[in-house]
């Protein structure tokens, strides 16, 4: 049974920075395309970042500069490390593994507020 767990979202300041992971249980983690997306309230899911296999990364331009992705082949985890925060940051935060078919976490929260 393939489980996507996302854990580390919360309630930070602007400015401030959050880390969020996703582990995986069930597939051969280090095989799969692992992603980050985002969905705000009202918006439809937005693509976030990505990191291959082999470890090379791309983000949408909105976080680029201020979000990191990264993986753990050992761990079977990938993080999202999000700092410089802004208020449209503001989102349920879901991973998904892609290979021979996707895979979806049910998300954390992360909210951006003084």
């Known amino acids: 049974q393939v489980q996507l767990a996302e854990s580390g979202g919360g309630l930070v300041q602007p400015g401030g920075s959050l880390r969020l992971s996703c582990a995986a249980s069930?597939?051969?983690?280090?095989?799969?395309?692992m992603h980050w997306y985002r969905q705000a309230p009202g918006k439809e899911r937005e693509w976030v970042a990505r990191i291959s296999s082999g470890g090379s990364t791309n983000y949408v331009d909105s976080v680029k500069g201020r979000f990191t992705i990264s993986r753990d082949n050992a761990r079977n985890t990938v993080y999202l490390q999000m700092n410089m925060m802004k208020p449209e940051d503001t989102a349920v935060y879901y991973c998904r593994a892609g290979y021979s078919r996707d895979y979806w976490g049910l998300g954390t929260q992360v909210t951006v507020s003084s």
């Open positions: 069930g597939i051969i983690f280090s095989n799969y395309v």
